[in-house]
């Protein structure tokens, strides 16, 4: 048996998991993403709370913790967030640097929510580029999910 399979399964390093999983969509830099969302996209941030709370949050942005997202975003779930209202809505998924929302994407296409895509560079590339980040304190106690 070769090393690269075990019971069946291929192993891949989290690398070429990536390149994998990021070739099944097109991937959208900030700018895109701000216009996703003045057209109706809903913004996504899966970053962990000691993170949004160093550096902000972006206005809009629907807070759900990577654990919690497809249970949150499902249309047909019991336990959806108010927003996930069809399996049409475009999605942004938003992380610190744009790895782990790769991966979160792959995860919510399974569920059918073909027009999910993630932000290039993450919430870094957001605030580099100059966009709207929210660092008021209230904005962060009234957004805490």
């Known amino acids: ?28 830099g900030p700018q895109e993403a701000a216009d996703a969302a003045s057209d109706g996209a809903l913004l996504v941030d899966i970053r962990y709370a000691a993170l949004r709370e160093k550096d902000g ?14 249970w949150r975003l499902d249309p047909r779930g019991s336990h959806r967030a108010a927003e996930a209202v069809s399996h049409d809505l ?24 073909h027009r999910a895509t993630d932000l290039i560079g993450g919430f870094q590339a957001w605030r580099a580029r100059g966009l709207p980040v929210d660092v008021r304190p209230e904005a962060l106690e009234q957004r805490s999910p």
């Open 57 to 70: 949050l972006i206005p809009g942005a629907l807070i759900v913790e990577r654990n919690e997202l497809e």
């Open 1 to 28: 048996m070769s090393d690269d399979a075990v019971d069946g399964a291929e192993r891949v390093g989290i690398d070429e998991l990536l390149e994998r999983v990021r070739a099944g969509y097109d991937r959208i």
């Open 90 to 113: 475009r999605i942004v998924v938003i992380c610190d640097e744009g790895y782990a929302s790769s991966l979160a994407v792959a995860s919510l296409r399974q569920l059918g929510l």
